[in-house]
């Protein structure tokens, strides 16, 4: 599974996995979802029981299984769909756009809440002016892509 992931997250995984995995493998379906969930992946109660199942034919899943199970998962969560999809669903008028006050509000309100600098700063780098329009389609674009860590 090694070809599926770059370097850096696979180094992630590593640290994440044994930080939290003291013996070198998980022994319960908690477990693999607090390591999930560290990862930054939202992962269902059913989900983590279904590739623990899968996984774990004596009880534990070593770090090449848990690699494994990123895979599996990652392949069905795909967050700029799903980001996309939630702000689509908040444009009443089915444009492709929301009004930035708007965004703003809907990003430090609901869920997740940012704050006012940090939804500052998701604007700044996405080019939005506070009193403009958002378009969905490139602000979830801009907001998704990695930015380079070297």
């Known amino acids: 599974m ?6 850096a997250q696979i180094d992630a995984f590593k640290e994440c996995f044994f930080f939290h995995a003291k013996k070198g493998y998980v ?7 607090i390591i999930i969930r560290s990862l930054n992946f939202c992962i269902t109660k059913d989900e983590v029981h279904k590739y623990f199942s899968k996984a774990s034919s004596d009880g534990r ?4 299984s848990f690699l494994n199970i990123m895979h ?8 700029q769909r799903e980001l996309k ?14 009004n930035a ?3 703003r509000h809907i ?3 609901i869920g997740e809440k940012l704050s006012n600098k940090e939804v500052d700063s998701l604007f700044s780098e996405a080019g939005v002016h506070s009193n403009g329009h958002v378009n969905i389609s490139s602000f979830v674009e801009i907001i998704m892509t990695p930015q380079a860590d070297y």
């Open 2 to 7: 090694a070809h599926y992931f770059s370097e």
């Open 27 to 33: 022994s319960n379906e908690g477990e693999l979802s």
């Open 61 to 64: 899943i070593d770090f090449a």
């Open 72 to 79: 599996s998962h990652s392949q069905v969560e795909n967050k």
């Open 85 to 98: 999809a939630a702000l689509v669903a908040q444009d009443r008028e089915r444009k492709g756009h929301l």
């Open 101 to 103: 006050a708007e965004l």
């Open 107 to 109: 990003l430090t309100n």
